[in-house]
């Protein structure tokens, strides 16, 4: 498929689908960014498998690369790793005409993209996603961040990068638990925007989808929401359909149950708890739910409803007293709705008796 243009207020770029490969990856950044050195970002579980082939790339493209690798999960997406990828960058002579490559999953694109934001006020990105998550949504759009112990992505800054190229022959070496850990996210574009997707992802096994077609389309509804918001004053929230009670979720596990799981038991607690308020059929409810349990992802947790609220309440879309939470009025529409505090409490009891 062509390139899909991310026409970003402050910074526009392409997101290439299979137009090129890991070994062109030197070719895309040369053309993209420029620049005289670059830092490959990866974890300990990409970099056996790939770094080897973006350096080279990178060095028969004439760039200096030097490399930053950390232990790969969730777990490692704080402030010390941050400062230590930092450190990196310093030492290896990065510029403000460098590059920073972002060669990994959702945690990868993450931090790399927050600290190529913030290196020396701000040099340039190139992201790289090997991850089914990290295709469809966090490698688009510019969000990057951090986590505190006190609640995932809670520093960080929006920053578009210059290009994301999409290889999806990387994900052949995907464990089948986080290709599965990647559906949770696809399902959330068709439950928000678009039923004839949802209906096509629910009439198939998760094994049975068409990679390419499916990425493309979750970027292009991506690109359509942070054209519109790219600050997250509105409609970008939608995209955060499942992720206020699924972060709780994934927090109070100690990140054991990785993101897109937490995510699918998030949207199916809101989809409940939406049924409860005459908000949502009791059919498409349960449309969503059996889709999440065929596609085997977690549509239930044993936390209690008390621990999920204290755990949310240090989510992003806390406004003071109020909380957003983003409801599917129908499969493919959502609305967000404003819950005083109490009201949010209420809600997420629903959600889990």
């Not at 992003?316 to 529409?333: F, L, P, W």
Request: hydrophobic share 45%; proline share 2%; charged share 20%.
């Amino acid at each position: 498929m062509s390139a899909i243009k991310v026409d970003a207020a402050s910074h526009s770029y392409d997101v290439f689908v299979d137009e090129f490969t890991l070994d062109q990856l030197g070719e895309v950044c040369r053309d993209v960014s420029g620049g005289d050195a670059c830092c490959i970002v990866s974890d300990s579980n990409v970099a056996p498998l790939y770094l080897p082939r973006a350096k080279a790339s990178l060095e028969a493209a004439g760039y200096t690369v030097s490399s930053f690798v950390f232990e790969a999960g969730e777990q490692s997406k704080t402030i010390q790793t941050y400062a230590q990828a930092q450190q990196t960058f310093a030492h290896a002579g990065l510029t403000r005409s460098s590059l920073v490559v972002a060669l990994g999953g959702g945690v990868v694109g993450d931090l790399a993209g927050f600290a190529a934001a913030t290196y020396m006020r701000g040099i340039r990105c190139v992201q790289v996603p090997t991850s089914l998550l990290a295709c469809v949504d966090s490698s688009v759009g510019g969000k990057t961040a951090v986590d505190l112990p006190e609640g995932k992505n809670l520093v960080g800054a929006f920053f578009q990068p210059d290009a994301v190229l999409i290889d999806t022959s990387l994900l052949a070496t995907l464990p089948e638990h986080f290709l599965i850990d990647g559906c949770g996210e696809v399902l959330k574009y068709g439950v928000v925007f678009d039923k004839e997707l949802f209906a096509q992802l629910e009439a198939c096994a998760a094994s049975d989808m068409r990679l390419p077609e499916v990425i493309g389309r979750c970027v292009e509804l991506k690109r359509d929401v942070v054209v519109a918001d790219e600050k997250e004053a509105g409609a970008r929230q939608l995209l955060n359909f499942g992720h206020t009670l699924g972060h709780a979720v994934e927090k109070l596990s100690n990140f054991t149950v990785t993101h897109g799981f937490a995510v699918a038991c998030g949207m199916v607690l809101v989809a409940k708890a939406s049924v409860a308020r005459g908000w949502l059929s009791a059919a498409d409810a349960m449309r969503i739910e059996s889709t999440v349990r065929a596609w085997g992802l977690l549509a239930e947790t044993e936390e209690p409803a008390s621990a999920i609220y204290e755990a949310a309440l240090a989510d992003k879309k806390r406004h003071g007293s109020t909380m957003n939470v983003v409801v599917a009025s129908e499969i493919g529409t959502s609305r967000i709705e404003t819950l005083t505090l109490d009201d949010f409490r209420a809600f997420v009891h629903d959600a889990c008796v």
